[in-house]
């Protein structure tokens, strides 16, 4: 994974890059039409460099991978999934800035 960058998972990559995974895992829903997608985009990957080693972050495209959108309920664009061994922990619907990526991270950590 480059550094800064978030894994780019389908469908088909969720169980295995998601929920199997120990530890926390952050994924980001989004689509390539959505305006507060890519106004967060930069935040995401700075959090993803400030965190690098500690968690793992990936984002999946709603529009192309509605088995899982479905699956976790997505209604709106972007959310944000945070799972911890393969567990639903916290999900926030709208755009977060870095310091509130890491705020919820910082929670769930202690």
């Known amino acids: 994974m480059p550094i800064g960058k978030p894994i780019n998972i389908a469908d088909d990559d969720f169980e295995r890059e998601v929920l199997q995974k120990e530890g926390i895992v ?18 995401l990957e700075a959090f993803v460099a400030s965190n690098s080693g500690k968690i793992k972050v990936c984002k999946i ?4 991978n509605p088995k899982t959108a479905e699956q976790y309920e997505i ?13 639903v922990i916290e999900t926030h619907v709208g755009t977060l800035t870095q310091p509130g990526l890491q705020a919820k991270l910082d929670v769930l950590l202690e």
């Open 26 to 43: 952050v994924v980001d829903f989004w689509a390539p039409w959505c305006g507060p997608c890519h106004t967060m985009a930069p935040a």
């Open 61 to 64: 495209d709603a529009d192309d």
């Open 75 to 87: 209604r709106s664009l972007p959310t944000v999934v945070f799972f911890k061994d393969g567990q």
